[in-house]
């Protein structure tokens, strides 16, 4: 009862936090919510066919044919996680050293 609670209020906040516009910390906490159920269930996956990847400090990443890039240690995508500028330097090291291969997510 009480964690249902908590998750209630949890919600309530990230929404809260949205309509005010912090999109980062509510995508943030929301990729950290889906890391806890990819733990819990690891069960769930998806195949990303035709991926470049990377390894950069010990996370692997890879970017799908629509140009979306996934940190594939924790399986979520990270548009909307990181700073654009972040985002850019990992596009560019992912199109320059990526490795062209099938990823499971």
Known sequence: ?????????????????DI???????DKD??????EQLAKDSSYYTTITDAKTITK??????KDSKGNIY?????????GVITGLELKSLD??????????????
Do not use: C, H, P
Not at 20 to 26: H, K, S
Not at 30 to 35: M, P, S
Not at 72 to 79: E, K, L
């Open 1 to 17: 009862m009480v964690k249902v609670f908590l998750t209630g209020i949890r919600d309530l906040v990230n929404f809260a936090l």
């Open 20 to 26: 005010t516009g912090f999109d980062l910390a509510v």
């Open 30 to 35: 929301r990729n950290y919510q889906a890391e």
């Open 57 to 62: 400090d010990g996370v692997e990443y890879a």
């Open 71 to 79: 940190n594939v240690s924790a399986g979520y995508n990270v548009s």
């Open 92 to 105: 560019e090291e992912i199109e320059s050293k990526g490795v062209k291969r099938t990823t499971i997510l």
